[in-house]
């Protein structure tokens, strides 16, 4: 694990900066070991607790978690939703994404697509009075846009025209704000 470490922290690994992705778990698994060794130290006569402490742990996950056990969400559509906006997304108009990592496994790095992280003052100046699409995962308990780009879109004027609905994720095109006549969009 530490060479795979060194490499993802160096940006040497395939999957370039995601050393959290790689971190995560071996401090996971840190912490196992210790509680594994803090509890072999206890006397042998509340051995029968260890197991019990274990699974104590696992409470707050499995909580959080239990209803994907009873209804998984299921898997995005993400390459199609993808396809899609390529076919119809003019060559210059922003490409607001909650998951670019995944629009990259696909089509590669663009100059044109942003993600959570970029500012709404950022993503309003580069879109300069063209559309702006956004790719967005939906919440599974309710279905509604996860991230806020769509909120923050509509509060500074933004208006959605066109919405397009695919499993756990939708597509929506935003028109600028105080244009009088949009520009094309093709069916």
């Not at 999957?15 to 042998?44: Q, V």
């Amino acid at each position: 694990a530490l060479p795979i470490l060194l490499a993802a922290a160096l940006g040497k690994y395939p999957m370039g900066d995601r050393l959290t992705l790689f971190f995560a778990p071996c401090l996971i698994l840190l912490t196992i070991a210790g509680a594994a060794s803090g509890l072999a130290k206890l006397p042998w006569r509340t051995a029968a607790w260890r197991p019990i402490l274990c699974g104590l742990l696992l409470v707050p996950g499995l909580v959080r978690d239990v209803h994907v056990l009873i209804r998984p969400a299921g898997f995005g559509q993400y390459r199609e939703a993808f396809a899609w906006v390529e076919a119809l997304r003019g060559a210059n108009e922003v490409l607001w994404i909650s998951h670019p990592q995944i629009y990259e496994v696909y089509y590669g790095p663009s100059p044109f697509v942003r993600h959570p992280f970029v500012p709404l003052s950022t993503l309003t100046a580069e879109a300069r009075g063209r559309h702006v699409w956004v790719v967005t995962a939906l919440r599974p308990e309710n279905r509604t846009e996860a991230y806020g780009a769509t909120d923050a879109l509509r509060s500074s004027g933004w208006m959605e025209s066109k919405r397009w609905h695919f499993q756990s994720i939708d597509v929506i095109v935003f028109e600028p704000p105080f244009t009088t006549t949009p520009g094309p969009l093709r069916e």
